[in-house]
């Protein structure tokens, strides 16, 4: 028997409440072939909806030897709001805010933003990136990510916005209340302007501290600080 026990997400309805079942498509390949998973191994089938089977390999199908919550699911569901990065930023970002427990992402276009769109091959592998962050770090759920839109169309009442090169007396995010919304500029942070128009539109504004972080560094550590300060990390 394997000792590491597998976690897959499947899709919606797989189980159906079945305790014996084929092995679902989208994983087989991983399971069989990949991992050489054999007779009698283990492993974790998800659903996203907070809850998990525990299987074991039988004759070429899966056995439900058990049904339990999900224990890796924050309680505070906390969105990030992420500009565009260039390279592999973006994935970067994706993967570590997943694994701390980052529950949604809204990907936007700034003024800044080096990079303009977002391929549908491209925005397919974040979520694949995301859906295989959460498994590594056993969530219950995986994170959605949505297709870039405007700022302006992702920030209202509630929000908070990193703004790195605000006035000395910005409060840090760990001092605020945990908000449900954090978000975070480009590789050249917000301009003035829309920081403005962030403001109007009811957001608050926040820095990390005197120490200017990688873009692709500010959503975990902004999502552990939030998490932290709702009990729901470290």
Same mark, same amino acid.
């Given at each position: 028997?394997?000792?590491?026990?597998?976690?897959?997400? $499947?899709?919606?309805?797989?189980?159906?409440?079945?305790?014996?079942?084929?092995?679902?498509?989208?994983?087989?390949?991983?399971?069989?072939?990949?991992? !050489?998973?054999?007779?009698?191994?283990?492993?974790?089938?998800?659903?996203?909806?907070?809850?998990?089977?525990?299987?074991?390999?039988?004759?070429?199908?899966?056995? +439900?030897?058990?049904?339990?919550?999900?224990?890796?699911?924050?309680?505070?569901?906390?969105?990030?709001?992420?500009?565009?990065?260039?390279?592999?930023?973006?994935?970067?970002?994706?993967?570590?805010?997943?694994? +701390?427990? $980052?529950?949604?992402?809204?990907?936007?276009?700034?003024?800044?933003?080096?990079? !303009?769109?977002?391929?549908?091959?491209?925005?397919?592998?974040?979520?694949?990136?995301?859906?295989?962050?959460?498994?590594?770090?056993?969530?219950?759920?995986?994170?959605?990510?949505?297709?870039?839109?405007?700022?302006?169309?992702?920030?209202?009442?509630?929000?908070?916005?990193?703004?790195?090169?605000?006035?000395?007396?910005?409060? !840090?995010?760990?001092?605020?209340?945990?908000?449900?919304?954090?978000?975070?500029?480009?590789?050249?942070?917000?301009?003035?302007?829309?920081?403005?128009?962030?403001?109007?539109?009811?957001?608050?504004?926040?820095?990390?501290?005197?120490?200017?972080?990688?873009?692709?560094? +500010?959503?975990?550590?902004?999502?552990?600080?939030?998490?932290?300060?709702?009990?729901?990390?470290?």
């Amino acid at each position: 028997m394997s000792g590491t026990v597998h976690r897959f997400f $499947v899709s919606p309805g797989t189980l159906a409440g079945r305790d014996r079942l084929p092995i679902p498509g989208e994983i087989a390949h991983q399971a069989t072939r990949v991992l !050489r998973l054999r007779n009698g191994d283990e492993l974790v089938l998800l659903e996203g909806d907070g809850g998990e089977a525990l299987c074991r390999l039988d004759g070429g199908e899966l056995v +439900v030897t058990e049904r339990r919550p999900s224990i890796g699911e924050p309680r505070h569901r906390l969105t990030v709001v992420q500009a565009l990065l260039k390279g592999d930023g973006l994935e970067a970002a994706v993967r570590a805010a997943t694994e +701390v427990g $980052v529950a949604a992402f809204r990907l936007v276009i700034t003024e800044r933003t080096i990079a !303009r769109d977002l391929s549908p091959r491209k925005l397919e592998r974040l979520r694949a990136v995301a859906r295989e962050a959460a498994e590594q770090s056993e969530r219950g759920a995986v994170p959605a990510v949505a297709e870039p839109v405007p700022l302006t169309a992702a920030i209202g009442p509630g929000s908070v916005v990193l703004w790195e090169r605000g006035a000395p007396d910005l409060p !840090r995010l760990g001092a605020i209340a945990p908000p449900r919304v954090v978000v975070i500029g480009p590789e050249g942070g917000f301009t003035e302007a829309e920081v403005a128009a962030a403001e109007r539109a009811g957001a608050t504004l926040a820095g990390l501290g005197p120490r200017i972080l990688r873009a692709e560094s +500010v959503a975990p550590v902004a999502a552990a600080i939030v998490l932290s300060r709702a009990g729901d990390f470290a």
